[in-house]
């Protein structure tokens, strides 16, 4: 049973699901849902799976027994493992992660090297922006391969993040107080529902 | 001795300076940068300030007595203190704070509305998307007023954003692996900078 841990599937399900075929074994994919923007053996945290989300993206032709074999591995470290479709996989951490991490990475740069006069602006950044960034101390080599494995779903879910940040920005410049601290709010009641899940 | 804590000044600088010299007090407007995205009594915290840094805004007219007497109450409670104009504060401000609470709120509502399929995609968040987020869970009311107080400071730090976004965004379009592996790594420097300082 061959099995990975890749963060975007499509591509490594249509390469490896075939190739291992033919070589006499059988292969499930995975992407347990966890990690850090830490690299190396002196990053590892023995409870890092658990209670995290795995998703399986086997195919029509997957064996059922290896897909049970990748399934019992993950429950086996404590996490909660779920099946879907590989493109649909790719659509859904577009959102919640790879674009995310764009974003992240974009925030950091613009912060990095705004100067206001002479002053550097970066050594007043508080915890708010620390917490905003610290996805932008991930590796870069690992996320421009994300970046471009994904690329059509990280472009269109950068795509849905500009349209909201446009009509954040255009409310901003209308001084439309009302529409303002309502999208706030909503944004706000989204954010709620992402520490809840 | 009048002093405030707002996290804009030169609108508050500018109307209280005059008013309180006119009532017979000295104004200095002050900015503990310290705080979290919690509000209220019961999210107090008697070590919020410690090691902080703290902003005075004085002017030329500032009284030197009101100011010691200001700066030793934030350096009392363990805040590194210094000066700056009103306008370079806000300018600052605008960068490593209020531009990016306008982002988390964007970067949570774009989540937390998107559907793949008929999924939800919120319920895949990991803790990167949380911690990106986590000032999106600010007070709207409060975020309204400090983006619309410090209006063109924050469409500067905005535009300035999306302008690396889009170069980021360009690059994944263009597939250019070297070049997006350069600009990832770049701001991964700057965000251990923001570490450091």
Redesign the interface.
Known sequence: VVTDVASVKEEMVSLLDPMCRDAGCAFVGAHP?????DTGAAAADATLFRD??C?LTPTAASDAKALAAVRALWEGVGMRVEQMDAG?HD???A???HA???????????????R??M?P?????????????????????L??GI??AN?EG??E??A??????R???EL??R?D?AA????????????????R?
Chains 1, 2 share one sequence.
């Open positions: 849902i966890a990690g850090s923007e995290g989300r998703i649909m659509r859904i951490l959102r919640v992660s995310p991490h764009v974003v992240a990475y974009a925030l950091a740069a613009a912060v990095g090297e705004a206001v006069g002053h602006v970066s050594s007043y950044a508080g915890s708010g922006l620390r917490d905003t960034t610290r996805i932008a101390g991930s590796s870069a080599t996320w421009r970046a471009l690329r990280v472009l879910a950068l849905e993040f500009e349209t909201r940040l009509l954040l920005t901003i410049r001084g107080e303002l601290e309502e999208a706030f709010a909503e944004a706000r009641d989204y954010r709620k529902g992402l520490i899940s």
